[in-house]
Nanobody
Framework: QVLLVESGGGSVQAGGSLRLSCVVS??????MAWFRQAPGKEREGVAV????????DYADSVKGRFSISQDNAKNTLYLQMASLGPEDTAMYYC??????????????????WGQGTQVTVSS
């Protein structure tokens, strides 16, 4: 079993920044990602990283504002978020276990999920 534990969410004003962290209990596959889900909306992929190559991909809505990275020594995945807006308000989830790492993929392609961390951006 791979356990993922997110932290770093909170409430910020528009234009602010947050860094989300996801501690991974053990190796869960080369492809790791961040998804988010806002109330009344479908879950959407935000950023993905191929932990073997360092390759990344992002949703168009966050390109240039969000950055996904990993620290293998700390078994931690990060999502640095800047220029936040109310549209970024959502529960953010760390996920792993997808077999390939081509693009963001769908949520049902990932096997392991954290419990989520809430991000709220006020205007």
């Amino acid at each position: 079993q791979v356990l993922l534990v997110e932290s770093g969410g909170g409430s910020v004003q528009a234009g602010g920044s947050l860094r989300l962290s996801c501690v991974v209990s053990r190796y869960g596959g080369r492809c790791m990602a961040w998804f988010r889900q806002a109330p009344g909306k479908e879950r959407e992929g935000v950023a993905v990283i191929d932990t073997a190559t360092g390759g990344t991909d992002y949703a168009d809505s966050v390109k240039g504002r969000f950055s996904i990275s990993q620290d293998n020594a700390k078994n931690t995945l990060y999502l640095q978020m800047a220029s936040l807006g109310p549209e970024d308000t959502a529960m953010y989830y760390c996920t792993a276990g997808r077999k390939d790492c081509n693009g963001l993929g769908r949520g049902d392609e990932y096997y392991y999920w954290g419990q989520g961390t809430q991000v709220t951006v006020s205007s």
